[in-house]
């Protein structure tokens, strides 16, 4: 096997045997957990011709059943059950009929939070990720393939299918890394929302190319 190979087969035996964030980072308050993922890494379908990898540079919390702009706030609803069960899973949702956005839970079990995975910095995958977000043969720049919930979600392959995915399980196809330097935050009001919306719930990596519109003031 050639350098490149070797590099590749290792690349990919690290993927693997990658361990994701425990539970107990999951279980903390939803606030803190949210400005802790920015900087976090993503691995998605590790180890397979399918992996990609990402920064989290943008999220925004949701609070449960007092936040009126949470799934959760009429409490355990088919939807939004999973939010209020064990830390550590992934809440999908499809947005507008078109966009599957992923969510994080939050808090112990009983007591809804999630964290919405707004966007992303492509480190590995990138091929991957383009395929996934070809549309009319036009393709938007590095930076922003991962940029916004509903393009997350699409570019790394995420569907209703990957609702209640383990986070905490090491064989998961997505695992969340703890982040490995501090970074510098922007916290503002989060976007796209009618109620609640003047909250400062939105965490963002100050100055980053790939977090979505409008970028933090």
Not at 68 to 75: D, E, K, L, N, T
Request: one cysteine or more.
């Amino acid at each position: 096997m050639g350098s490149m190979g070797s590099r590749v087969a290792a690349a990919a035996a690290n993927s693997r045997r990658a361990k994701p964030l425990r539970r107990g980072f999951f279980a903390g308050p939803t606030v803190e957990v949210a400005a802790a993922l920015v900087g976090a890494r993503l691995i998605c379908d590790p180890g397979t011709g399918q992996e990609v990898r990402a920064v989290v540079v943008e999220v925004e919390a949701y609070l449960g059943v007092e936040d009126p702009a949470s799934h959760a706030h009429r409490g355990p609803t088919p939807r939004a059950a999973i939010m209020f069960g064990p830390p550590g899973h992934l809440y999908v949702y499809l947005s507008y009929g078109m966009h599957f956005c992923a969510n994080v839970v939050c808090e112990p079990e009983g007591v809804a939070g999630a964290v919405l995975l707004r966007a992303a910095a492509v480190e590995v995958g990138e091929e991957v990720v383009r395929a996934r977000r070809l549309r009319g043969g036009r393709q938007p720049a590095l930076a922003s393939v991962l940029s916004g919930p509903g393009n997350l979600g699409s570019g790394l392959g995420l569907t209703l299918a990957d609702n209640g995915l383990d986070l905490c399980d090491p064989g998961s196809r997505l695992r969340i890394l703890k982040r490995e330097t501090e970074v510098p935050l922007a916290v503002t009001a989060r976007v796209g929302i009618t109620r609640a919306a003047d909250r400062p719930l939105r965490f963002a990596w100050a100055g980053h190319p790939a977090v979505s519109r409008p970028a933090p003031q």
